[in-house]
């Protein structure tokens, strides 16, 4: 497995995009089974994806997650997280994935448990102006409570009818609820009860994320196996824990997306971080001081210059988050560092990519991967991408 430049996907022209990537020095492409063979002509790696909780036979209302009052969410296009027969056709399906002759390595994406920013969004709601930002709702996050969850929470020693009302009075002090108020007093109150619903959604996720990499190596040990998390900083609100997987993952993909313009953005910052701030305002309990310090201990991020959740989005993170971000990745993994590959993955469309993948590689970084493919982008930094090579 080599480091350094690699590419999710390779756009309309494949055999052209391949051809530009290996002149341009890249190393590795996250691309289609079909396209394995052309990635290896051209002298580069060539990894495949996954999903995680979803497949054509799981449908129906009955697998989708159910939050905190027993409505059932639509998140990512997964299904509940913890259902066996969802966890199960995953797993097959990265069983045939690895007898694919000439791969180097899978990756597995989505294995978490709603975001904030996991709702689906009306797709006419998409205008960034002002008076009609619209970013997509936060119901989804407060997952899942369906009974697969409940009897796991119980296999695990957790009870979930006393997590339930904690988890009841922080959706409702942000305005997801069921039309009933709570107070920041009855949410400190059950603060404990939250963090154990945390580290349901963290034992649940890791336990699949291991068991993908139980299945990779039973099936071709010589195979890499990594997966795309949440940046550290919002990793543990999904159920995705760095430690726990340190020198179990042979790789992990921070998405460090800091500036994205599309309101629909699960899992990049500060589509995340705004849809957070703009509950936390909604609920009318907390200043603005007030909120940014939650946001802090919340996130680890500093959100004290954004005047409103709109600018959070409009304006996002400068390069720097992505250094820190994988300095935390980094640290998180710990003394395990060494055995597991970091690999931060990189809006394509940033408009300071130069300084963003500098920023990556100064924290840290063994390689950048690059969301997602498209010629105007290559063309437009074929030059910077050699310059990397020479570096």
Known sequence: MRYGLWMHGLGKSPESAAGKLADAGFTTVVCSK???????????????????????????????????????????????????????????????????????????????????????????????SPEKLHLTGMESFFTCFCPSCCRKMKEMGYEAEKIRPAVQALARLLGCGDGKKATKKEVLEGLPRIQEWLDFRRRSSVEHLLNFVRTVKETNPDLAAGAYLFTPSLSDLVGQHYPDLAGRLDLVCPMIYRDYLDPDGPACLNVETAVMARQI????????????????????LDTSSYKTWQDLFRDGYQPSVVKDETQRAAL????????????????????????????????????????????DWMDRWTDFFKSCRQA
Request: hydrophobic content about 35%; overall charge negative; proline content about 6%.
């Open 332 to 375: 998180r993994l710990g003394s395990k560092r060494a055995s597991t590959g970091l690999v931060p993955i990189i809006q394509i469309d940033d408009p300071k990519l130069d300084t963003s993948v500098k920023a990556a590689f100064s924290g840290g970084a063994d390689a950048v991967n690059f969301f997602v493919y498209y010629d």
């Open 281 to 300: 305002d909604g609920s009318g309990q907390f200043t603005k001081e007030e909120r940014d310090a939650l946001m802090k201990a919340v996130t680890g």
């Open 34 to 128: 079909s396209q394995v063979g052309l990635v290896r002509s051209k002298g580069m790696d060539a990894f495949v994806s996954s999903g995680s909780f979803r497949g054509p036979d799981f449908t129906g209302d009955e697998y989708l997650a159910q939050d905190c009052f027993g409505r059932p969410q639509h998140w990512f296009y997964s299904t509940c997280p913890t259902r066996d027969d969802v966890r199960a056709y995953n797993l097959d399906q990265i069983r045939k994935l690895a007898k694919e002759p000439g791969l180097s390595g899978i990756l597995l994406d989505g294995a978490r448990f709603a975001s904030p920013a996991s709702s689906p969004l009306n797709k006419e709601e998409t205008d960034p």
